[in-house]
């Protein structure tokens, strides 16, 4: 368990809900647990725009720590970072999760599938024409199979979530 200090304005349910966000990330990408926390309560803090001094105080993480987290989260041209500041790390700075911001961040990543993709065909085309074995080839076989799949299925995906509209869900 990681040493926290207790949040200074947050209910009780906010408290579990940005635990709760930080634990997942932690769990599945590594994320350090401040780190977690602070994505968990932009999503759900108000108002939307917070200073590092307000991220500081519902927290309770120090100052020095949020500087550097959001630095990660709102890197220089990005146009598809989910997060947003406006001014320095040496002010007090607003940050603000961008409004529908996840598919444009997800297709972001996903559009250079294709182009992996053709790296790992061409790639495997290659060895095989060199007769390399089969079973040396498993890996960027199943890799390059992965890759064909997402590349086709994932714009469609997206399309059809974007057809649905941007309208909160229940």
């Given amino acids: 368990m990681t040493e926290q200090t207790a949040p200074t304005t947050l209910t009780e349910g906010e408290q579990a809900f940005v635990e709760k966000v930080a634990q997942y990330y932690f769990e599945n990408d590594g994320m ?15 108002p939307p725009e917070q200073t590092a001094a307000d991220i500081e105080k519902a927290l309770g993480v120090p100052r020095a720590a949020i500087d550097r987290i959001v630095d990660q989260l709102t890197p220089e041209n990005d146009p598809v ?36 993709h053709r790296v ?6 290659a ?17 390059e199979r992965f890759l064909g799949f997402v590349s086709t299925e994932m714009p469609a995906i997206l399309e059809r979530y974007e057809r649905r509209g941007t309208g909160a869900t229940g």
């Fill in 32 to 46: 350090p647990h401040d780190r977690g926390r602070v994505v968990g309560w932009m999503m759900i803090c108000d």
């Fill in 81 to 116: 970072s989910v997060f947003e500041r406006t001014g320095s790390l040496q002010e007090n700075y607003t940050v603000r999760l961008r409004e529908n911001s996840w598919g444009p961040k997800v297709r972001g990543i996903f559009s250079e599938f294709p182009d992996f």
């Fill in 120 to 125: 790992a065909a061409d790639g495997l085309a």
């Fill in 127 to 143: 060895l095989r024409s060199e007769n390399v074995p089969e079973e040396r080839l498993t890996r960027l076989a199943n890799m």
